[in-house]
Structure formats: structure tokens, C-alpha cells
T-cell receptor, first 109, second 115 residues
Framework: AQRVTQPEKLLSVFKGAPVELKCNYSYSGSPELFWYVQYSRQRLQLLLRHISRESIKGFTADLNKGETSFHLKKPFAQEEDSAMYYCALRPLSGNKLVFGAGTILRVKS | DAGVIQSPRHEVTEMGQEVTLRCKPISGHDYLFWYRQTMMRGLELLIYFNNNVPIDDSGMPEDRFSAKMPNASFSTLKIQPSEPRDSAVYFC?????????????FGSGTQLSVL
């Protein structure tokens, strides 16, 4: 079975500090990994996906198959980064996404 | 396109009552998903459809929950009878799987409170 674990319910950092939102997964095959974000009063939306290997809003995430992790990182947090972040996995076969429990990021000024 | 449309935005009901949540996916999308969001468990997949056919309903909590998709532009999630532990935000999402999966488009959600 597929499983996504986000160990932190809440991560609080100061503006300008580095951010790392942790995500670990369990899946026997090669999954596709995503980060979704929900800003206050907005819809849940895609932030980035590992196959794109791109940086969005300064965030990056590298898939580490050895550690089965897909941590989301940003070198300098901004107040507008405050949101709920979900890590998600798509099995190689199928079109469903399995989400983690989510991490609330609070960036303090 | 207005995106995925869910109704109602908020629903307050009493224990034992029937609750029906509605969703209109983005036109042309062939996958529709129902998720439930709680603080404890995050986003749980309840059921998803492909071309109006239920593919995986293993996430549906129990027989009190049922979902239908009578056509490509409409789906319902019904809870009968409702219980306080069903209180959560229910999200509908859709996607197009034709050219390979890209991303989910989410609705605004329905905040359900069962008293």
C-alpha cells in the first residue's frame, strides 16, 4: 500500500530563515511525487512535481529514492509562504493521488 | 472555466440527517475524486471515478457513505445517516488523464458540521 508521511503538523520559522518541510513515502515501485499548497481562503493547488525538476516560488524538492523522501526546501522564507502544504504520491499505475496529513507553515516577521 | 464547483460551501446538520454534497468537475476532465480533510488525518481519498465509473472506493469509511456520478458533469457524495465524526471539509477534484496525469484541480470544498 502507498503511504505518505509528513511528520510535522506545524512548522514555525522567522522570515528569512531556511525552510524544510519533510515528506517520506512508502511504495514498492517508482512513484511520482508532488507538493500541493493551500493558502488562506484559496483552493488547494499544485506547487511542484518532482519530474519537472523546477523551482516554484523559490521552493525546490528532490526525490531521494534511497531515503524514500521528497522534502520541500526554500533557502529564505517569506511571510507569504505561510500556508498548508501537502505532499502527495501517485503510483506508477493509476491516476489517484495519496496525500500526507499536511504541514502548516507559519512564517513570522 | 470557473473550475471545479462544489455546493454547498457550508452545511450544518443534525446527527441522523441525510447530507448530500455536490460537485461539477471541469468540462473535459475524465477523472473525479472525493477527498475528506481533517486535522488529524489530513487529506483522505474517499472514492474516485473515471469516465463516470467508480474505480476505487476503498477509502469510503462505511456504508453510510455513497457516491454517484450519473454523468460527466455532476457527482454527489451522500452521507446517511450523518454522525458528528463526519464533520470535516470535503473536497472534490478533477483531472484529465488523456495525455498522462498532470495535476488535480480542486474545488473550494464543503465545510460539513454535524451537531
Amino acid at each position: 500500500a502507498q503511504r505518505v508521511t509528513q511528520p510535522e503538523k506545524l512548522l514555525s520559522v522567522f522570515k528569512g530563515a531556511p525552510v524544510e518541510l519533510k515528506c517520506n513515502y512508502s511504495y514498492s515501485g517508482s512513484p511520482e511525487l508532488f507538493w500541493y499548497v493551500q493558502y488562506s481562503r484559496q483552493r488547494l493547488q499544485l506547487l511542484l512535481r518532482h519530474i519537472s525538476r523546477e523551482s516554484i516560488k523559490g521552493f525546490t524538492a528532490d526525490l531521494n529514492k534511497g531515503e524514500t523522501s521528497f522534502h520541500l526546501k526554500k533557502p529564505f522564507a517569506q511571510e507569504e509562504d505561510s500556508a498548508m502544504y501537502y505532499c502527495a504520491l501517485r503510483p506508477l499505475s493509476g491516476n489517484k493521488l495519496v496525500f500526507g496529513a499536511g504541514t502548516i507553515l507559519r512564517v513570522k516577521s | 472555466d470557473a473550475g471545479v464547483i462544489q455546493s454547498p460551501r457550508h452545511e450544518v446538520t443534525e446527527m441522523g440527517q441525510e447530507v448530500t454534497l455536490r460537485c461539477k468537475p471541469i468540462s473535459g476532465h475524465d477523472y473525479l475524486f472525493w477527498y475528506r480533510q481533517t486535522m488529524m488525518r489530513g487529506l483522505e481519498l474517499l472514492i474516485y471515478f473515471n469516465n463516470n465509473v467508480p474505480i476505487d472506493d476503498s477509502g469510503m469509511p462505511e456504508d453510510r457513505f455513497s457516491a454517484k456520478m450519473p454523468n460527466a458533469s455532476f457527482s454527489t457524495l451522500k452521507i446517511q445517516p450523518s454522525e458528528p465524526r463526519d464533520s470535516a471539509v470535503y473536497f472534490c477534484a478533477s483531472s484529465f488523464g488523456g495525455a498522462g496525469f498532470e495535476k488535480l484541480f480542486f474545488g473550494s470544498g464543503t465545510q460539513l458540521s454535524v451537531l
